[in-house]
C-alpha cells in the first residue's frame, strides 16, 4: 500500500471510530501488537540475513516511526468526529515547504498534517511517472507531491536519499538537493529543478544510478543559469573555434580545455589526451594563432576556460 494512501485509510479508520461511539484503546493495543509481529520478523529475518546491529536498529527507528504516524493519522480523524472530510493535508505542506510559507502556517500545515518538520531536509524532484509517483508515496516518512510538471519529495536527508535511490533504481532521473533547513528548502526545490533539466538535456553527466547530486554540480548550474545568455557568451568567448568543422572544433576545443585546466606542455598534453606529441604540438600552435595574447592573460585565459567547460558538452552532443 503507498504511503499516502496508508496515511488516508487510518484517518478513516479514526473517523469510523469517533462515530461508532467508540475510543482509539482497540487501535492502540491493535497497533502494539501489530508492531511487536512486524519486529519478529524483521528480527529473524536480521538474523537470517546476519544484519549488523546498526542495520537493525534502523530498522526499529523506522517501523516504530511509521507505526506512530498511522497513529498520529487516526488520531487526526478521531479528532474530525461527524465534522465533513478535510483532503489530505500533505500536498498542501509539501508546496509551502517548497514555496517558501511563513514559519507560522508551515507550523500549521504540520501539525493538521502530523508531520514534524526536521531541523534539516533534503529537496529530491524527478518526471511524475506512474512508476515514480508509486515509490515515492510508498514512504510514508516523506512528502511527495507533483506540480503538473515534476514529482517532488521532501524528507530529513536519510530518507530523501533512500527514495531517491528507488527512484533511480527504477529507471528515473533524479536531481537531489543538499541538506538545507526549512527556510531554504524553496531554493533547494529550485536547484534541484534546475539539475534536472540540465541532466535531461543531457548538458551534464548522468550516473548509472540516476541520482545527480547539487551539491556536485554547482559550478553547471551557475553556468547554466540563463541557457540563452550562456550560450551566446559562450559564441562570443570561443568564436575562432566556431568557424570550424563539428568534429576539428570538438578536437580543438577538447585540446584547449585541459591545456588551460592542466597547463601542461605538448609533451605532457600529448601523453593526456592519448595522441602523438607533433599532434599536441600542432593543436596548441594553431590554438597560439586562433586566440593570441588572450591566452596569457589570465583573466581571459578563465573566462575562456568556462567557456568550454559550458561548450563542450554541447558539441560532443553534435558528434553523437
Not at 467508540?22 to 529473524?44: C, G, K, Y
Not at 537470517?48 to 498511522?70: I, K, M, P, R, Y
Amino acid at each position: 500500500m503507498r504511503g499516502h494512501d496508508a496515511a488516508a485509510l487510518f484517518r478513516d479508520l479514526g473517523l469510523l471510530e469517533a462515530r461508532a461511539g467508540h475510543d482509539l484503546d482497540a487501535m492502540r493495543a491493535a497497533h502494539q501488537i501489530a508492531t511487536q509481529e512486524a519486529w519478529t520478523e524483521f528480527r529473524d529475518a536480521a538474523t537470517e540475513l546476519d544484519l549488523g546491529q546498526d542495520v537493525v536498529g534502523q530498522l526499529a527507528q523506522t517501523l516504530l516511526a511509521f507505526q506512530e504516524q498511522l497513529l498520529q493519522q487516526a488520531s487526526l480523524g478521531f479528532s474530525a468526529g461527524d465534522r465533513p472530510r478535510h483532503p489530505d493535508p500533505r500536498p498542501a505542506l509539501l508546496t509551502a515547504v517548497v514555496g517558501g510559507e511563513s514559519p507560522r502556517r508551515l507550523a500549521l500545515l504540520s501539525r493538521a498534517a502530523a508531520w514534524p518538520i526536521p531541523e534539516q531536509l533534503v529537496v529530491a524532484v524527478s518526471l511524475p511517472t506512474e512508476r515514480a509517483r508509486a515509490i515515492a508515496q510508498a514512504h510514508p516518512m516523506a512528502l511527495s507531491g507533483t506540480d503538473g510538471r515534476h514529482l517532488l519529495v521532501a524528507a530529513e536527508p536519510e530518507v530523501a536519499a533512500h527514495v531517491a535511490a528507488a527512484l533511480g533504481s527504477g529507471g528515473a532521473v533524479v536531481a537531489v538537493s543538499g541538506r538545507v533547513t526549512t527556510a531554504d528548502a524553496h531554493h533547494a526545490s529550485r536547484w534541484a529543478l534546475r539539475l534536472l533539466r540540465l541532466a535531461l538535456d543531457e548538458k551534464i553527466p548522468v550516473p548509472a544510478d540516476g541520482v545527480v547530486h547539487v551539491d556536485q554540480h554547482q559550478l553547471d548550474l551557475s553556468l547554466h543559469a540563463d541557457p540563452v545568455l550562456r550560450e551566446r557568451i559562450d559564441h562570443e568567448m570561443l568564436a575562432p573555434l566556431t568557424l570550424e568543422t563539428a568534429k576539428r572544433r570538438a578536437i580543438l576545443g577538447e585540446t584547449m580545455m585541459v591545456w588551460l585546466q592542466t597547463g601542461d606542455s605538448a609533451a605532457a598534453l600529448a601523453d593526456r589526451l592519448g595522441v602523438h606529441h607533433q599532434t599536441a604540438y600542432g593543436r596548441l600552435r594553431k590554438l597560439r594563432f586562433m586566440f593570441r595574447d588572450r591566452l596569457d592573460d589570465p583573466k581571459q585565459a578563465a573566462a575562456l576556460l568556462t567557456a568550454l567547460e559550458s561548450a563542450m558538452p554541447r558539441w560532443r552532443r553534435e558528434l553523437d
